[in-house]
C-alpha cells in the first residue's frame, strides 16, 4: 500500500458529491438568465450584482462560491475587477463570473456578452477565446492528463496571435497575450482546489475531478473576454457540466 494526499483523494468525486455540484450549477444558470434579462442601458454593475445575490437566495442557494463579478466596457480587461457604478452602455461587452454552492460543493462559470452588436475588434477577441477552449478541451476529450500540456494547448494559441499587442504586454512571458491568469482548477468545496491548468503545472487530472477551462484575453483601455465552463473528466475524456450556450450570435443580446 502506498500513501495518497488529500487533496488527490478530494479531487474525485463522489457521485453524491457531483450531483451537488452540477445542482449548483444549475442554479447558476438560471441567475444568469435571469440577470442577462434584466439588462438596460444605464443599470450600473453594483445594481446587477446585487440582483444576482437576491436571485441566488429566491433559487435556495444563498452561500455563494465567490463574489460575483460583474464588468461592463473596459473593466471586463481585470480579472480582478470589483463591480462598481459603472454604467452599461450601447456596445460594452459584458462578463459575469458567478457561483453557488449547494451542500458546500462549489460551481463556477464565466460567461461574456456585448450589449448591442459587437465592432470587428470585440468578436475576434471572443472567436479567439472560444477556439482556445475548444482546443484545449479537444485535448482532454483525447485523454492527454497532464495539466501543463493542457494549458499550454490554449495559451499557445492566445500568445501567438495577441504577443505583439501593445495592450496585452505583461511581465511575465506565459501571460503574454492578456492571458494572466491559468487555464482552469479544480473544483470542489472550495472554488479553487487541486489540481491546476497551469504553465509549470505538475499535476496529472485524474478521472473523476471536475475541471474549469476559462481562457480569457484581456486587453488593457479595450476589455476582455473569458469563457469558463466546468468540465467532469473521466476515464477516457470528458463531460461539459456547463448548459449556457456560448456561440457569437449567443453573445450579443441586443
Ligand atoms: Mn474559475
Same mark, same amino acid.
Given at each position: 500500500?502506498?500513501?495518497?494526499?488529500?487533496?488527490?483523494?478530494?479531487?474525485?468525486?463522489?457521485?453524491?458529491?457531483?450531483?451537488?455540484?452540477?445542482?449548483?450549477?444549475?442554479?447558476?444558470?438560471?441567475?444568469?438568465?435571469?440577470?442577462?434579462?434584466?439588462?438596460?442601458?444605464? /443599470?450600473?454593475?453594483?445594481?446587477?450584482?446585487?440582483?444576482?445575490?437576491?436571485?441566488?437566495?429566491?433559487?435556495?442557494?444563498?452561500?455563494?462560491?465567490?463574489?460575483?463579478?460583474?464588468?461592463?466596457?473596459?473593466?471586463?480587461?481585470?480579472?480582478?475587477?470589483?463591480?462598481?457604478?459603472?454604467?452599461?452602455?450601447?456596445?460594452?461587452?459584458?462578463?459575469?463570473? /458567478?457561483?453557488?454552492?449547494?451542500?458546500?460543493?462549489?460551481?463556477?462559470?464565466?460567461?461574456?456578452?456585448?450589449?448591442?452588436?459587437?465592432?470587428?475588434?470585440?468578436?475576434?477577441?471572443?472567436?479567439?477565446?472560444?477556439?482556445?477552449?475548444?482546443?484545449?478541451?479537444?485535448?482532454?476529450?483525447?485523454?492527454?492528463?497532464?495539466?501543463?500540456?493542457?494549458?499550454?494547448?490554449?495559451?499557445?494559441?492566445?500568445?501567438?496571435?495577441?504577443?505583439?499587442?501593445?495592450?496585452?504586454?505583461?511581465?511575465?512571458?506565459?501571460?503574454?497575450?492578456?492571458?494572466?491568469?491559468?487555464?482552469?482548477?479544480?473544483?470542489?468545496?472550495?472554488?479553487?482546489?487541486?489540481?491546476?491548468?497551469?504553465?509549470?503545472?505538475?499535476?496529472?487530472?485524474?478521472?473523476?475531478?471536475?475541471?474549469?477551462?476559462?481562457?480569457?484575453?484581456?486587453?488593457?483601455?479595450?476589455?476582455?473576454?473569458?469563457?469558463?465552463?466546468?468540465?467532469?473528466?473521466?476515464?477516457?475524456?470528458?463531460?461539459?457540466?456547463?448548459?449556457?450556450?456560448?456561440?457569437?450570435?449567443?453573445?450579443?443580446?441586443?
Amino acid at each position: 500500500m502506498k500513501t495518497t494526499l488529500v487533496h488527490e483523494v478530494r479531487a474525485v468525486k463522489s457521485k453524491k458529491e457531483l450531483a451537488n455540484l452540477i445542482k449548483a450549477q444549475r442554479i447558476s444558470e438560471k441567475v444568469l438568465r435571469y440577470i442577462v434579462a434584466e439588462l438596460y442601458t444605464g /443599470i450600473t454593475e453594483i445594481k446587477i450584482v446585487n440582483k444576482i445575490k437576491k436571485s441566488f437566495i429566491k433559487y435556495g442557494a444563498p452561500i455563494l462560491s465567490f463574489p460575483p463579478i460583474v464588468a461592463f466596457g473596459k473593466n471586463s480587461a481585470n480579472i480582478h475587477h470589483e463591480p462598481n457604478k459603472t454604467k452599461l452602455k450601447v456596445g460594452d461587452t459584458v462578463m459575469f463570473d /458567478i457561483g453557488t454552492s449547494v451542500n458546500h460543493y462549489c460551481s463556477d462559470m464565466t460567461r461574456t456578452y456585448f450589449w448591442g452588436k459587437p465592432n470587428s475588434r470585440q468578436k475576434k477577441v471572443y472567436l479567439d477565446v472560444l477556439k482556445a477552449q475548444e482546443l484545449a478541451v479537444r485535448k482532454l476529450e483525447k485523454g492527454e492528463r497532464r495539466a501543463w500540456i493542457i494549458d499550454k494547448t490554449a495559451r499557445d494559441f492566445i500568445v501567438k496571435k495577441y504577443k505583439n499587442n501593445p495592450a496585452s504586454r505583461r511581465r511575465s512571458n506565459a501571460s503574454r497575450g492578456g492571458f494572466s491568469h491559468g487555464l482552469g482548477h479544480g473544483v470542489g468545496t472550495v472554488i479553487h482546489e487541486w489540481p491546476n491548468f497551469k504553465p509549470k503545472s505538475p499535476d496529472i487530472i485524474p478521472a473523476g475531478c471536475v475541471m474549469t477551462v476559462e481562457p480569457g484575453i484581456y486587453l488593457k483601455g479595450f476589455g476582455g473576454v473569458r469563457i469558463e465552463d466546468m468540465y467532469l473528466i473521466t476515464k477516457k475524456g470528458v463531460q461539459c457540466l456547463t448548459k449556457p450556450p456560448k456561440s457569437l450570435k449567443d453573445a450579443i443580446l441586443k
